[in-house]
């Protein structure tokens, strides 16, 4: 099976820390995605990355940059945190084409105190 | 832009009972579409996906799916819920074109299963 791993299912960071979120699939995807989930928002695109190094803004990225150095990982940064990113972050990767579904990891939930 | 509205914020339904989940999407072609469910803090698993051919997909855990062009939606059906199946529910329209493909989420439904 496609594994996506999360490197932290839980983590508490302090106003103004630079976070950094880590994303490996073991797949081989060229796609990866960065999504956070809020109650009553779904899922909102923040970043996606189709090929190592390349990298598209999605929905919401303001706040945020993402670093694909190599094809299996994909990290998302916070540069300064703030307590309105306390949210659930979500990573997932697929193949190129439109007709792939995505495989997710299990989330990370991030609390900005 | 593509987008999708899930008009159920929340489902209740007793164990046993039929299941249906509203989906609606907004796209100008002809649309890849996907279900997801995700249990309580897990990631996202895929159910089940239509982008051509039969209407009426069939998915993992017992659940279909039918695609209805002319009311442009995609609901999810399961003839006999298990307590199993409490968990929220995603669906999805794929972009083309450009690098990638992309989801557009719903905003999801809740369901639960009364015992």
């Known amino acids: 099976d496609v594994k996506v791993t999360q490197s932290s299912r839980y983590l508490v960071k302090r106003t103004g820390e630079k976070v950094f979120l880590e994303c490996v699939q073991d797949m081989d995807h060229e796609n990866m995605f960065w999504y956070r989930q809020d109650p009553g928002l779904g899922l909102r695109l923040i970043y996606f990355?189709?090929?190592?190094?390349?990298?598209e803004k999605g929905d919401i990225p303001e706040g945020y940059s993402v670093s694909r150095e190599k094809k299996e990982r994909f990290s998302l940064i916070l540069e300064s945190a703030s307590t309105n990113q306390t949210s659930m972050y979500l990573c997932?990767?697929?193949?190129?084409?439109?007709?792939?579904?995505?495989?997710f990891g299990s989330g990370t939930r991030l609390t900005v105190v | 832009a593509q987008s999708v509205t899930q008009p159920d914020i929340h489902i209740t339904v007793s164990e046993g009972a039929s299941l249906e989940l509203r989906c609606n999407y907004s796209?100008?072609?002809?649309?890849?579409l996907f279900w997801y469910v995700q249990s309580p803090g897990q990631g996202l698993q895929l159910l089940l996906k239509?982008?051509?051919?039969?209407?009426l997909v069939q998915g993992i855990k017992g659940f279909e799916a039918e695609f209805k062009r002319s009311q442009s939606s995609f609901n999810l059906r399961k003839p006999s819920v298990h307590w199993s199946d409490a968990a929220e529910y995603f669906c999805?329209?794929?972009?083309?074109?450009?690098?990638?493909?992309?989801?557009?989420f719903g905003t999801g439904t809740q369901l639960k299963v009364e015992l």
């Open positions: 796209y100008g072609a002809t649309p890849y």
């Open positions: 990355s189709y090929d190592v190094k390349m990298k």
């Open positions: 997932a990767s697929s193949w190129t084409g439109v007709g792939y579904g995505y495989t």
């Open positions: 999805a329209v794929a972009s083309r074109g450009g690098g990638g493909n992309k989801l557009t």
């Open positions: 239509y982008f051509s051919g039969d209407t």
